[in-house]
């Protein structure tokens, strides 16, 4: 078992940044498993937005969001990030931690956290 807790969303301008982290705990070695993020907006699916293998060196992103954001991991304090710069209105949604193996997709990942809201105000 793993329990995810995200924290870091808010308010921000178009143009600037956020930072996300995930903590994660529980019987389970973190490093076990692959970590990705996901956001959802008001009326819309789940959809991916980045993933990272379990040693950090893999990491995967939706087009989206490429040259924009970017995910890492440090295993030894059990976190995974999401550094989100260059933000626009569209990336308003709340955004979902995950843990599993390397996908693209949310049927990847077992564990969830609660999610964090982001809001870009134009």
């Known amino acids: 078992q793993v329990q995810l807790v995200e924290s870091g969303g808010g308010l921000v301008q178009a143009g600037g940044s956020l930072r996300l982290s995930c903590a994660a705990s529980?019987?389970?070695?973190?490093?076990?498993?692959?970590m990705g993020w996901f956001r959802q907006a008001p009326g819309k699916e789940r959809e991916f937005v980045a993933s990272?293998?379990?040693?950090?060196?893999?990491?995967y992103y939706a087009d989206s969001v490429k040259g924009r954001f970017t995910i890492s991991r440090d295993n030894g304090k059990n976190r995974v990030y999401l550094q989100m710069n260059s933000l626009k209105p569209e990336d308003t949604a709340v955004y979902y931690c995950?843990?599993?193996?390397?996908?693209?997709?949310?049927?990847?990942?077992?564990?969830w956290g609660q999610g964090t809201l982001v809001t870009v105000s134009s």
């Open positions: 995950a843990a599993g193996v390397v996908s693209t997709t949310t049927r990847g990942y077992d564990y």
């Open positions: 529980g019987r389970t070695f973190f490093s076990n498993y692959a």
């Open positions: 990272v293998g379990w040693s950090g060196g893999t990491t």
